[in-house]
């Protein structure tokens, strides 16, 4: 409130839709050593930054991200890393292009295991991720779509599986056959 009084809401708006632009050090330094393993720790350390941090927009529309592309760290067998590391790539994006946004989601281990992605193999592709995919990230549920879509879009994205806790695309069990989606 103070920054939009003194710079008015023009400039204010300005800044917060670059905020690289913008010196957040203090704020920086006082969760440097920040380091949640729990969940509650990481909805705290999430709701400081979005109070705390100058990147204010920033910190909003990462969560806005993290909300849209949801996943659930109970699915991974309790690994936050997996959810830190994706909130790490929604704020680097969070201002950004969607595009770069839906494929670091769909690399993520955090949604990799959540949708069973690691488990979408050529020889029994899994739906999971490539309904979502349509129906809540993209397109709708009334976005034109048909079952085969999602059949065929399954296919395409088998083999997409996590290997030392980072995306791996294993391309023995990938689906390597002609497509034709949409």
Same mark, same amino acid.
């Given at each position: 409130?103070?920054?939009?009084?003194?710079?008015?809401? %023009?400039?204010?708006?300005? =800044?917060?839709?670059?905020?690289?632009?913008? %010196? !957040?050090?203090?704020?920086?330094?006082?969760?440097?050593?920040? @380091?949640?393993?729990?969940?509650?720790? &990481? =909805? +705290?350390?999430?709701?400081?930054?979005?109070?705390?941090?100058?990147?204010?927009?920033?910190?909003?529309?990462?969560? *806005?991200? !993290?909300?849209?592309?949801?996943? !659930? *760290?109970? #699915?991974?067998?309790?690994?936050?890393?997996?959810?830190?590391?994706?909130?790490?790539? &929604?704020?680097?994006?969070?201002?950004?292009? *969607?595009?770069?946004?839906?494929?670091?989601?769909? #690399?993520?281990?955090?949604?990799? $295991?959540?949708? %069973?992605?690691? #488990? @979408?193999?050529?020889?029994? +592709?899994?739906?999971? $991720?490539?309904?979502?995919?349509?129906?809540?990230?993209?397109?709708?549920? !009334?976005?034109?779509?048909?079952?085969?879509?999602?059949?065929?879009?399954?296919?395409?994205?088998?083999?997409? =599986?996590?290997?030392?806790?980072? &995306? *791996?695309?294993?391309?023995? =069990?990938?689906?390597?056959?002609? #497509?034709?989606?949409?």
């Amino acid at each position: 409130l103070r920054e939009v009084s003194q710079y008015g809401t %023009d400039i204010f708006l300005e =800044q917060q839709l670059n905020p690289t632009h913008l %010196d !957040d050090s203090v704020f920086e330094a006082t969760i440097a050593n920040s @380091n949640p393993v729990t969940l509650a720790e &990481f =909805q +705290a350390e999430t709701l400081q930054r979005m109070i705390g941090s100058r990147r204010q927009l920033q910190e909003v529309m990462t969560w *806005f991200w !993290d909300n849209h592309f949801n996943t !659930d *760290f109970r #699915k991974t067998g309790n690994k936050l890393l997996y959810e830190l590391a994706e909130n790490d790539v &929604f704020r680097a994006n969070a201002l950004g292009n *969607f595009r770069n946004l839906l494929e670091a989601s769909a #690399k993520s281990p955090a949604m990799l $295991y959540y949708l %069973d992605s690691v #488990k @979408n193999v050529k020889a029994n +592709a899994n739906e999971n $991720y490539a309904r979502e995919l349509l129906e809540l990230h993209t397109v709708g549920v !009334d976005g034109g779509y048909t079952q085969k879509e999602v059949e065929t879009l399954a296919e395409v994205f088998t083999g997409w =599986q996590v290997l030392n806790d980072q &995306f *791996f695309f294993n391309a023995a =069990q990938h689906n390597s056959s002609a #497509k034709v989606f949409w």
